[in-house]
């Protein structure tokens, strides 16, 4: 996929707008001086607020979806020590019917995070801060007049240690250690 593949129109300055295959997305970004001034986002700026918005859908004969993502982060302090602080939720839907049988499936997936992180602008694994998703997904299956349905749910804590590792429990009971340089996770 290449750049002429989305519909993309720049408006002002921090702003991107487009949409492809249904879905239209947002990015906005405003930049402050250190005095809390607006200012172009650019090397100089010492904060900034970045909301994101992803919303769209597709619906043909016999399977629909849609999604709605929306972001809020503030940055500070990116001309020293760079904080992100921020929220993010997610909502997936799909459904789909079967062609020659009554078969019906629908999956939601709803995911909220929150975020606070501290890093070093040259040492991604030197930051430190905690990262939680509440996530839920359900998948209902229907044949006929029968139904069932299976729901995943949980809260993942992840906490950044600042030492390359990450901490990260799922749902308050199981624990796992991630090394953030090579991926390796290992349950406690």
Sequence with gaps: MNESDFDVSEGVAGRVEGTRGGVAYTIATDCFDAMGVAQDCDETAASADVTSLVDGSVETARYDWSILRE????????????QLAGTATTDLRSTFTALRRAVDRDYILELDGTYDITGSPDDITAATGVVTWQVTATRT????????????????????????????????????????????????
């Design 141 to 188: 299956r229907g044949v006929g007049v029968s139904e069932a349905e299976t729901t995943f749910d949980a809260t993942i804590d992840a906490t950044l240690n600042g030492d390359g590792s990450a901490t990260i429990v799922l749902s308050g009971d199981y624990l796992y250690t991630l090394d953030q340089v090579t991926g390796d996770l290992d349950a406690e």
């Design 71 to 82: 972001a809020n982060w503030q940055l500070d302090d990116l001309d020293a020590t760079p």
